[in-house]
């Protein structure tokens, strides 16, 4: 037991030795998982947020003398891995946690409020955390795939209506695969369409069986609801089946790489973005200046730019403006000045990265606005505007599974 | 030298029948007990919630593994998916109403239950072929949770654990969980002990080493097998039980994932099959090296010692780790008990070279 604390002190020292000294300095536990399942993500998205972080000290958004931190560490996805990073990041002081891990966040999620500290799950986590009368301090902070659906049908009833049609959903058979459901279960008899589910194996390298049924059912849209590998599977599967490619409508999770494994044949797929993708934005610019070109960046250059780069960097830009927000006034960064911090951010936009969130006390998730863009062949166009899709509807789907939350599920 | 043997003497059949007969080794038992039950006035809370308490809880779970695996070498490839039912079944129960006390019981009943069902393939089957079938079990388990929400808990498939009190003592504080858990490994340490020196446990080495020859001894295989896994699966049921309640405190279905059962194996063929501190060492090393060299690392890489990517820094503790489980392997093939055990036979007659066992 000695010899475990005595290792685990010297590591600790080791770490404290190095970080920098500052009038305030504000520190994130970005604590995701590098080696596991989310690693068609993670590096990427760890990456725009560290670049992020590293714009924000060098241009001094947090004032005179402040700076932030990230305190990075792989989680391998495991809960008690987690368990283990988020009690020492808690305490050397961090107060803001992305775990971008769905397992991982559920198991602290309870403990995280208990210990007032913020943890944001952009696109991971549960959706009803966006009521944050239930989980003050939790921040979905995008929108949620519930929103994601509601975004994705409402395109398709503006391209091409929804009234009579059929929409094939193909899924991941796990409770992610599955959120969907009920926003298509309410809008199905709102808007008088019919639509059928098609869940295929985890991971989802092999879906071929899942198709076939698809094709039999010849539907008019298809929602393909995966992450990873097997999202280049379903484009490809789905194509192979007669699918035209202009007919398939993808979750948040599709990307240049996926579109890369795909090939050519992926032109025309559309998916729901939270944030513009490509270098062309203010913000990815003056990564590139100050951050990318002064040899500070945090990984692979190629990547800046990225679908997943660029949410990363929005995520860190709301956590900035929020640390920035609460620090007003000159009183110290708490979990619970944060969070207030949070809630003043009002029709913030990154300069353009994404669509103007507006958090209160109530709506932690930020509107809910997203859009649709297509891959073109090259990069991804956007082809719906900024907006949120079904709103009361999203909002009531949130606040019944708050509710439930709250009885002990 | 230490363990000294000199002026120790077994002079009836009971003291020559002691689980110590060193009086060392009795006393290092007790020193560890007392240091581990005083353990949360000394270790801190990060230490005590991240590394001791989940520790003190796998190495129940891999002695209930080891029971299956090394006492009556049937092979398990499921055995998360025995804990995911004990773990579901206690939170249920509990909410029905039941006392936590007896729903611990209970739990422990339904995955010894479901556990004794497949593995009566292990009837049929040996080796390789009962890995494919309690892998089944793996599967057919996690399906059933993930498909029907009136188990896994409805669209977020999150469980929280409700408010129970174990003999009057609230599981709320973390003192009392893991006094709870210590409790529940030390009660498997102890029967695990004793279930050797039993014809229940001697029935299950026999199984072990040939089944047929067992049953040409007087050794019912039908009966002995069903009974291994009804007792393992009890064990690792309540273990789930306890595991839900006194660490995760809100169960979802990825923390009883196939990952979880391979780790279980790994920790009792690192720690060593079929024994009691291999599945302590072997639980200790398979849940806590990872942690420690991800820290470590993490620690050099922030003071500038090994500048590279975060991509690479994230899995260089992997492969240090995996390097460190061949190492271990090629050392000493029978595991992390067979290391200690030579270290203690090498001090057993120390200055002296050969040691006599």
Sequence with gaps: MTFLRKLALTTALVAGLSAPVAAEDVKFGLLQDFTAVYTFVTGQYNQGQQDYL???NAEGLLGEGNSVTAIVRDTGNQPQRGIEAYNRAKEEGAILFDFLSTPVSAAILDQAQADKNIVITPAHGRGDASDGTVFPYVFPM??????????LIEHMKNNGGLEGKKIAIVHIDSPFGREPGPILEALSEQEGFEFQAFPYASPGNEQSAAWSEVRRYRPDYVLIWGAGGGQ????RTAIQNGIAPEQIHSVIWLAETDAANVGPQMKGVKRFEATA?????PIIQRIQEKVIAAGKGSGDQANVGNSYYNLGVATMAVAVEAARLGM????????ETLKAGFEKISGFDAEGLMPAVTYTAEDHQGGGAGRVSEWDGEKWVPVSEWHAAYPELIRQVIEESAAKYKEGN | MFYRLSGTYHTSYQADRKLWKIPTDRWLVIALLVLALLAPLFVSPLYLGSYVLPWVIWSAAALSLTLLMGLAGQLHFGFAAVMAIGAYASIHLVRAGVPFEL?????????????????????RVKGLYLVMATLAMQYLVDWVVVNVPAISGGAHATLRTPAVSFLFLPIES??????????WAVLLTVFFMNVKRTSFGRALVAIRDKDFAAAVIGVDPFKTKLMAFFTSSFMGGVTGAILAFCFYRAVTPEQFGFNVSIQLVAMVLVGGLGSVIGSWLGAGFVLLAPIFLTNLVSGLAASGWVPVSQNFLSHLPLMIYGAMIIGF????????????DNIRKYFLVWPFRHARS
Excluded: C, H, M
């Design chain 1, 54 to 56: 590293a714009l924000a």
């Design chain 1, 142 to 151: 995008l929108p949620t795939y519930w929103a994601q659906a509601a975004n």
């Design chain 1, 232 to 235: 280049a599977v379903s484009v």
């Design chain 1, 277 to 281: 993708a490509g270098t062309d934005l």
């Design chain 1, 328 to 335: 007003e006034g000159g009183q110290p960064l708490t979990g």
């Design chain 2, 103 to 123: 729903a611990l019981l209970l739990s422990g009943l339904i995955s010894a239950v479901i556990g004794a069902i497949f593995g009566g393939a292990a009837l």
């Design chain 2, 174 to 183: 973390l003192a009392a969980r893991y006094w709870l858990a210590l409790g």
């Design chain 2, 329 to 340: 392997l090629l050392l000493e093939p029978l595991g992390l008990a067979k290391i200690y």
